[in-house]
């Protein structure tokens, strides 16, 4: 088990398959992109499997996650999923995309086994995507969820991030539509995970916020604990049901004491939070011969890694300092 001195179990993969994206999401990347991983320093899709098989088979990982970056532009993520689908046990698999390919990825993923996806949208107007992400493919991100619902890679959750004097005011819009289109919708207060640095807590829009906007036109009701689980999203229902609304509040109600996540970057950096500042190199024992490279060794530093997780993300804490990694290099 991946276990830690707090007692907490992680059971949760986060896979980052690529630190690219087709996107510059404000929030998330500056305009010019980044310095990408270089080729050899990314894990292969082998590589990546195997880490997954002996999560999978040796330290009790149920659930497996991909994401980047936007892990569509990783050109095996199909061939990744059917051999992680073809694991004894079987783990559950889902997809956190911004939706842009999703169209013409949709069947084969869900043929290769994926069960779901979380595509992320933050606006319903074209204008408003993008100045958020400063690329003109809103229409491609409503035409890949859709895709995705049919696929039947359902529930397709929508991930929305409310900027300041952006899309602020969109929430009950947003909900309207979700509930409309049978999405399930979740907003994420805005993190300071952003490479430009510009993250201000002052600024930004709180859970709070969110859900006193969206009182303003539906009845919520939250659901109990027992339902949220070790979910990072807190959830209401909806006007009586059957629809719920999510708000994963990571900087003003955070939830590291239920935190049952370990994440893997494209390089083979095990990371036991999103905002650890310490990495532990997996790819290297991966890349060795012999009693080095064995699994048992692999699983070995897995757990080692996991034992030293933090009680919390230390965001509250004056001397709190953000990763050197952004956002998209670690893996949301
Ligand atoms: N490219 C894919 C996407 O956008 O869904 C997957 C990677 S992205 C880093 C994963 C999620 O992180 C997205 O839902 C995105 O909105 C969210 N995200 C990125 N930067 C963030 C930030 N600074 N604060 C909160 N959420 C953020
Ligand atoms: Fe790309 Fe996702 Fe970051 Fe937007 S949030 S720039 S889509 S990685």
Redesign the pocket.
């Known amino acids: 088990m991946l276990i830690d001195t707090y007692g907490r179990v992680a059971t949760d993969l986060r896979v980052s398959l690529t630190d690219r994206?087709n996107l510059r999401?404000t929030?998330?990347m500056p305009e010019e992109g980044l310095q990408w991983l270089a080729k050899p320093d990314l894990l292969t899709d082998d590589e990546i499997v195997r880490l997954i098989r002996i999560a999978v088979t040796q330290l009790g990982i149920t659930e497996v996650r991909f994401?980047?970056?936007?892990?569509l532009l990783r050109p095996g993520l199909v061939g990744i999923v059917e051999r992680c689908a073809a694991l004894e046990p079987r783990p559950k698999m889902s997809l956190?995309?911004?939706g842009i390919g999703l169209k013409r990825t949709a069947q084969a993923l869900k043929a290769a086994g994926l069960d779901r996806v979380?595509?992320?949208l933050d606006t319903l107007r074209p204008d408003v995507f993008k100045t958020l992400t400063r690329r003109d493919r809103h229409h491609d991100v409503l035409d890949g969820m859709a895709a995705a619902r049919e696929a039947g890679l359902t529930p397709v959750k929508v991930?929305s991030?409310l900027m300041p004097g952006l899309n602020a005011d969109e929430s009950p819009d947003l909900l309207a539509w979700a509930v409309e289109n049978d999405y399930e919708l979740r907003f994420?207060?805005?993190?300071p995970?952003?490479a430009q640095h510009g993250?201000k807590r002052d600024g930004m829009i709180t859970a709070g916020d969110i859900l006193a906007s969206l009182r303003t036109r539906f009845t919520l009701t939250e659901e109990g604990q027992e339902e949220r689980g070790s979910a990072p999203a807190e959830r209401w229902i909806v006007d009586g049901g059957p629809h719920t609304v999510g708000v994963i509040a990571s900087v003003t109600r955070p939830f590291c004491a239920a935190c049952d996540r370990t994440r893997l970057t494209a390089d083979g950096q095990v990371r036991t939070c999103l905002f650890a500042t310490e990495e532990t190199d997996l790819r290297a024992a991966l890349r060795s011969d012999g009693e080095d490279g064995s699994d048992e060794t692999i699983a070995r530093i897995w757990k080692q890694a996991m034992w030293g997780k933090k009680a919390g993300s230390g965001l509250d804490d004056p001397s709190f300092l953000q990763p050197a990694r952004p956002?998209?290099a670690i893996g949301?």
């Open positions: 994206c999401c929030y998330c994401t980047g970056g936007e892990p956190t995309t911004n979380n595509v992320s991930n991030v994420i207060e805005q993190m995970l952003d993250w956002m998209s949301g």
